[in-house]
């Protein structure tokens, strides 16, 4: 391998560890406000962060302050440049991945049965025209012993491109006197085409060509 091929790919590697500990830092500090998940972008005049909450205002914080706090962490921890963080409200919670995993951890901690959690969540999904979901708890849900409860509805894909495109994913942690419990979503997105999808237009008219009329009425016997 050449020598600026490894430069290449050392930053490529060094870019997502960065990317990945400013989206658990920005978690962590936003997890009250329901957060949804962040974009982070590099332009010519620094680095544009979009953040999707649910309650934005607990974001922003009085005249802008947890803002400015958490812009300068950014710039002075994390190294980033120039960073400028926007704050979004997530359009609907329910189709969130991010969000549903959190809320079934907070049920769990306030002593809801892991069932009880799980469909619940499930039915408000469906009332959301939900195209498919996959929800997973995992860990000392009834018992001693470890185990894996599933609840799915619709269509979820595993591999392939419509895994890394169309499915969107959220992971939360419910920590109970038994022990950790892991929460994971993984939700179809709503405005994804999957390869498998063949739409027909059926209002479009195909123009007959003119001696193609002629020709028919001929045949009919109807033009003299």
Not at 188 to 193: A, H, I, V
Request: proline content about 4%; overall charge positive; aromatic content about 6%.
């Amino acid at each position: 391998m050449k020598r600026s091929d490894m430069m290449k790919e050392k930053k490529f590697i060094n870019d997502n560890i960065k990317k990945l500990l400013v989206t658990e830092y920005l978690q962590s500090e936003n997890d009250s406000a329901g957060f949804g998940g962040m974009e982070m972008k590099r332009t010519p005049f620094g680095t544009n962060i979009t953040l999707y909450v649910n309650r934005p205002g607990l974001v922003i914080g009085r005249h802008g302050s947890k803002i400015k706090a958490m812009t300068s962490t950014l710039e002075t921890k994390y190294g980033l440049e120039s960073p400028q963080i926007e704050v979004k409200e997530v359009d609907n919670p329910d189709l969130n991945p991010q969000i549903i995993s959190k809320k079934i951890a907070l049920s769990l901690e306030k002593g809801w049965n892991y069932r009880k959690a799980g469909n619940t969540t499930l039915r408000r999904i469906i009332d959301q025209h939900a195209r498919g979901v996959l929800i997973r708890i995992g860990g000392k849900i009834s018992g001693e012993r470890a185990r894996t409860q599933k609840f799915m509805y619709g269509e979820i894909k595993y591999s392939g491109e419509p895994a890394r495109s169309g499915v969107i994913t959220g992971y939360s942690v419910a920590m109970l006197k038994t022990g950790a419990i892991g929460i994971y979503v993984r939700l179809l997105r709503q405005d994804y085409r999957l390869p498998d999808e063949i739409l027909i237009n059926t209002q479009t008219k195909i123009p007959v060509p003119e001696s193609v009329e002629n020709k028919e009425v001929e045949e009919n016997g109807t033009n003299e």
